[in-house]
């Protein structure tokens, strides 16, 4: 475990206080998910929890959603108590963002606990407020030795399992907050926009799965209020939303937050929906996400906006958040000779290597969408991912990689890491250049964790084009296995502040670590 001086867990009043009111959206989903009323008496409430992302050494950017237009104030205090608090004024909440609202925080401590209580008061009376909700967080340390730890995963409400109050609903989320991790990472698919939740479902061995249900998930997402009501889903859950409000979250997007398998330009075939034109649904898609994640890249003009950024947390680690959803091509055969645009887009490359050239972290963790050498079909002939199962020399979107793992080495940038999720199992592969078809490139490790809360699938086969071997796997024998049969599964990475030892652990739900790898600070391979 890391070396960090001990941080005080936030205290059972700050973690209920930051929950209470959340707990009455699953009592009464139906009321939660209707349309603010305006003619409401009464005060503004955020019934919905607080979130905070990108937390870095110095700065941290607060979420909320009102039930009506408010004003937003962010207090921030080094004890649970709020003394001497010090106050932050955010915008007016209302039904141009879904009544959501971020706050950005700076010139915090670095490595300290921070308490935070937001305030939503009526915006013609700014004396009329609603009941505080609260949370906390840690900033990145300024000091190697006291090290870091996170979690990470991926792949929530898919294949229609939603929240099922008969199992608790997604108590995943209170086994990682009870870990308490300085951030956690989602690896993308944090709602399945394609996916409807129906009210039950009859497994296998004829038990009845009960899910939750809101009006926006019963049918695919096409319209940005359907967008928005899908994202608003899983914060019925209580455990997500005490998880949100003692956890920092660094938040990715994948193919499910628009439709499964989409790249830009594509015109859908799919009979269920009328919006036939993908890049309109997801320009909807992505309004509504920023709208409800704290992701600081997101909160600039238009033109600005970007998914993919650096959130660089102490002297021990850089974490770069890829966007292999955006600036792709088309999935197709993948075995196009030329392919400059691949999975990641030219901009999005150069900007890549440009800032693992300038990190001096002891890490660089790339946190990617989507695997790398994992076979992930679309279709009958096209591929997801980038691998497209020719153990060739690389070809389509393989290019691209190939290119960015050459530049890795010949730069001597040590230490780099891959994490992924996608695929709804959990994995460890080694890549090494003796095993593969393309040599120009120095070992590493890619872990693969997920789902969180969906159905878990077969593992996918292996491309061999950059020599990777399968070292550890957990995987059903059968698709779409509900998580009432099947453990959910996330990853913790835990660097060491004295040692500077890379850790990754993967875990099944239920607090079993199934397997284990440390790696060594400054060495290519390990």
């Given at each position: 475990?890391?070396h960090r001086p001990?941080?005080?867990v936030?205290?059972?009043r700050t973690?209920l206080?930051?929950?209470?009111?959340a707990?009455?959206?699953?009592?009464v989903?139906?009321?939660?998910?209707?349309?603010p009323?305006?003619?409401l008496?009464?005060?503004?409430?955020?019934?919905?929890?607080v979130?905070v992302?990108?937390?870095?050494?110095?700065?941290?950017?607060?979420?909320?959603?009102?039930?009506r237009?408010a004003?937003?104030?962010?207090?921030?205090?080094?004890?649970e108590?709020?003394?001497r608090?010090?106050a932050?004024h955010?915008?007016l909440?209302?039904?141009?963002?879904?009544?959501?609202g971020?706050t950005?925080l700076?010139?915090?401590?670095a490595?300290?606990?921070?308490?935070?209580?937001?305030t939503?008061?009526?915006?013609?009376?700014?004396r009329?407020?609603g009941k505080?909700?609260?949370?906390?967080?840690?900033?990145?340390?300024a000091?190697?030795?006291d090290?870091?730890?996170?979690?990470w995963?991926g792949?929530i409400?898919?294949?229609?399992w939603g929240?099922n109050p008969?199992?608790?609903?997604?108590?995943?989320?209170d086994e990682?907050r009870?870990?308490d991790p300085?951030?956690f990472l989602?690896?993308?698919?944090?709602i399945?926009?394609?996916?409807?939740i129906?009210?039950?479902?009859t497994?296998?061995?004829?038990?009845?799965?009960?899910?939750?249900?809101t009006p926006?998930?019963?049918?695919?997402?096409e319209?940005?209020?359907?967008?928005?009501?899908?994202?608003?889903y899983n914060l019925?859950?209580d455990?997500l939303?005490?998880?949100n409000?003692?956890v920092?979250?660094?938040?990715?997007w994948?193919?499910h937050?628009?439709?499964?398998n989409?790249y830009p330009g594509?015109?859908?075939?799919?009979v269920r929906?009328t919006?036939k034109?993908?890049?309109?649904?997801?320009?909807?898609?992505?309004?509504?996400?920023?709208?409800?994640?704290?992701?600081?890249?997101?909160?600039?003009?238009p033109?600005e906006?970007?998914?993919?950024?650096?959130?660089?947390?102490?002297?021990?680690?850089?974490l770069?958040v890829l966007?292999m959803r955006?600036f792709?091509?088309?999935?197709?055969p993948?075995?196009?000779?030329?392919?400059?645009?691949?999975?990641?887009g030219?901009e999005?490359?150069?900007?890549?290597?440009?800032?693992?050239s300038?990190?001096?972290?002891v890490?660089?963790?790339?946190?990617?969408?989507m695997?790398l050498?994992?076979?992930?079909?679309?279709?009958?002939?096209?591929?997801?991912?980038?691998a497209?199962?020719d153990?060739?020399?690389?070809l389509?979107r393989?290019l691209?990689?190939?290119?960015l793992?050459?530049?890795i080495?010949?730069?001597?940038?040590?230490?780099?890491?891959?994490?992924?999720?996608?695929?709804?199992?959990?994995?460890?592969?080694?890549?090494?250049p003796e095993?593969?078809?393309?040599k120009d490139?120095?070992?590493?490790w890619e872990?693969?964790?997920?789902?969180?809360?969906a159905?878990?699938?077969p593992?996918?086969a292996?491309?061999?084009?950059?020599?990777p071997e399968?070292v550890f796997?957990?995987?059903?024998?059968?698709?779409n296995?509900?998580p009432m049969?099947?453990?959910?599964f996330?990853?913790e990475v835990?660097i060491d502040?004295?040692?500077?030892e890379?850790?990754?652990?993967?875990r099944?739900q239920?607090?079993?670590?199934?397997?284990?790898?440390?790696l060594q600070?400054g060495?290519?391979?390990?």
């Amino acid at each position: 475990m890391s070396h960090r001086p001990p941080v005080p867990v936030p205290g059972r009043r700050t973690v209920l206080r930051g929950s209470l009111l959340a707990s009455a959206a699953v009592a009464v989903p139906a009321a939660v998910t209707t349309a603010p009323a305006f003619a409401l008496s009464g005060r503004p409430s955020a019934s919905w929890g607080v979130q905070v992302g990108d937390v870095t050494a110095s700065s941290a950017l607060v979420w909320v959603r009102s039930d009506r237009p408010a004003q937003m104030v962010v207090e921030t205090s080094a004890t649970e108590s709020f003394r001497r608090p010090r106050a932050w004024h955010g915008p007016l909440v209302d039904a141009g963002t879904d009544f959501t609202g971020t706050t950005p925080l700076y010139g915090l401590p670095a490595g300290e606990q921070v308490h935070y209580r937001v305030t939503l008061a009526d915006p013609h009376d700014p004396r009329r407020t609603g009941k505080p909700v609260y949370g906390t967080f840690r900033t990145a340390p300024a000091r190697r030795r006291d090290g870091v730890r996170f979690l990470w995963s991926g792949d929530i409400a898919g294949q229609g399992w939603g929240i099922n109050p008969d199992i608790g609903g997604y108590r995943v989320y209170d086994e990682m907050r009870r870990l308490d991790p300085d951030f956690f990472l989602c690896s993308g698919d944090n709602i399945y926009a394609d996916g409807v939740i129906e009210p039950s479902v009859t497994l296998p061995d004829g038990r009845i799965w009960r899910n939750i249900t809101t009006p926006e998930k019963s049918k695919v997402a096409e319209t940005l209020d359907e967008y928005r009501g899908n994202f608003r889903y899983n914060l019925l859950d209580d455990n997500l939303r005490a998880f949100n409000a003692q956890v920092p979250s660094v938040v990715q997007w994948d193919d499910h937050e628009v439709r499964n398998n989409w790249y830009p330009g594509q015109i859908l075939d799919d009979v269920r929906y009328t919006e036939k034109n993908v890049d309109l649904l997801a320009t909807r898609s992505m309004r509504a996400f920023r709208e409800y994640f704290p992701v600081t890249t997101l909160q600039g003009s238009p033109d600005e906006r970007r998914m993919h950024r650096v959130v660089r947390h102490g002297p021990l680690l850089d974490l770069f958040v890829l966007d292999m959803r955006s600036f792709r091509n088309a999935n197709s055969p993948g075995r196009q000779p030329d392919d400059a645009q691949g999975i990641l887009g030219t901009e999005q490359l150069r900007w890549l290597k440009r800032e693992l050239s300038r990190s001096r972290a002891v890490w660089k963790v790339i946190a990617a969408d989507m695997p790398l050498g994992l076979v992930v079909p679309d279709g009958a002939t096209d591929f997801e991912a980038v691998a497209q199962g020719d153990p060739g020399a690389p070809l389509g979107r393989e290019l691209q990689i190939a290119e960015l793992l050459r530049y890795i080495k010949h730069r001597r940038i040590t230490g780099t890491v891959w994490l992924t999720a996608d695929v709804h199992y959990t994995s460890a592969q080694h890549y090494a250049p003796e095993r593969a078809a393309f040599k120009d490139f120095a070992p590493f490790w890619e872990f693969v964790s997920g789902p969180l809360a969906a159905g878990s699938f077969p593992a996918n086969a292996l491309d061999g084009t950059f020599g990777p071997e399968r070292v550890f796997v957990r995987a059903p024998d059968r698709q779409n296995v509900s998580p009432m049969e099947q453990p959910q599964f996330f990853g913790e990475v835990d660097i060491d502040g004295g040692s500077g030892e890379l850790t990754v652990r993967l875990r099944a739900q239920g607090g079993t670590v199934l397997f284990s790898k440390v790696l060594q600070p400054g060495r290519a391979g390990q």
